[in-house]
């Protein structure tokens, strides 16, 4: 990395700043998708088609939760057996269980039904460059509307606020069956669900958004909701179990079936905990860039990385950075940029481009 080039990019205190979501000194990672190529021909996006073709909601993934479900309907039925009364009627927590799958699949936001309206029409059509401007936001979704073929579209985005402030003036989309479309925002590959809106909307002012700070905020945010989904899943199943099974040794087995799925769910998400100390390194941070040469990677059916990157900084020092979760979306900006930016050069760090949604914790280690 020239000197020439460091100092081109960056202000004059040395520190790259997230400046309430304007980004004035970090070149952009992730390029704009090229025309007429077709979308899952780059292998970031091939990778999130993937991802999302496993997992479709957030939290959670859909394949884990139907697998818990179908764990506890049959968990139920062996305790019915041992309670002698294998020939009876479906208790309550089949019920319960069929109501919460249900729910989980048809509620707002679902995206069980958007791989097939959508999702794969990335593998036969390229990007569109389309004008757009936000209109509303919230926490979970925004109405933004588009020029599309030269007539404006509202749409519903299922994004959060962190990619939701890269929409200046143009988002990348792919339109799928009936009303329903793929959202990609500048300085990402993330993929958002969107349907079309047709109800009328009244534009209201968006406020300035730290993007850094804000992205570390929902990546701590999503592992916390992994948590609160787990409790609440077992403490209705355990509430529940009480009260169809009175037997003291069924609630016995029932509390250990809890307490193994819950220890199976810490295990499973051990490597996504580190998420939570994110805000707290990023709101301390003085970033320094470094240029980074990415080790093999292979994406995990959560959509994590465990990554290892050998960052080389200006003054030639050398360090090794473990990532244990990064995601799919910041490890193709590393490929793709041959840079990386660190909030330290020991110990536990943050790490990705400051004003950018591309976060994720780090460990440095010796080179």
Do not use: C
Request: aromatic share 6%; no cysteine.
């Amino acid at each position: 990395m020239s000197s020439g080039t460091w100092s081109a990019r960056r202000d004059e205190t040395r520190v790259a700043d997230d400046h309430a979501g304007v980004r004035t000194d970090v070149e952009p990672p992730v390029a704009a998708p090229p025309a007429g190529v077709i979308a899952v021909r780059d292998r970031t996006t091939s990778v999130l088609v993937r991802v999302w073709d496993q997992q479709y909601r957030p939290g959670i993934g859909h394949r884990a939760m139907s697998g818990f479900l179908l764990l506890v309907v049959a968990f139920s039925a062996v305790v019915q057996i041992l309670a002698g009364d294998p020939g009876g009627s479906p208790s309550r927590i089949h019920l319960v269980t069929v109501v919460a799958f249900l729910l989980g699949n048809l509620l707002p936001g679902s995206r069980v039904f958007w791989r097939p309206l959508a999702l794969r029409r990335l593998g036969t059509e390229p990007w569109r460059a389309v004008p757009a401007r936000v209109l509303r936001a919230g926490r979970r979704s925004a109405v933004v509307e588009v020029t599309d073929d030269g007539d404006p579209v509202r749409y519903t985005v299922w994004i959060d606020p962190a990619h939701l402030a890269m929409v200046t003036d143009t988002v990348y989309l792919v339109r799928g069956k009936r009303d329903r479309a793929v959202v990609r925002v500048p300085g990402s590959r993330e993929l958002f669900p969107a349907k079309v809106s047709r109800r009328p909307v009244t534009t209201v002012e968006i406020p300035a958004v730290p993007v850094t700070q804000r992205w570390a905020e929902e990546l701590r945010d999503r592992i916390r909701r992994v948590y609160a989904q787990a409790a609440v899943a077992l403490g209705a199943v355990l509430v529940i179990a009480e009260i169809t099974t009175p037997s003291l040794v069924t609630a016995l087995i029932w509390l250990g079936f809890t307490l193994v799925v819950g220890l199976a769910v810490a295990t499973t998400t051990r490597h996504r905990a580190l998420d939570l100390q994110l805000p707290a390194l990023v709101d301390s941070a003085e970033w320094l860039p470094a240029e980074a040469e990415l080790g093999p990677w292979l994406a995990q059916h959560d959509g994590t990385v465990p990554a290892t990157a050998t960052l080389t900084f200006d003054d030639g020092t050398v360090r090794v950075v473990v990532l244990p979760a990064a995601s799919v979306d910041l490890i193709g900006a590393i490929a793709d940029s041959a840079e990386l930016w660190i909030t330290g050069t020991e110990g536990r760090v943050a790490v990705g481009f400051p004003g950018y949604p591309l976060l994720a914790v780090g460990e440095v280690v010796s080179a």
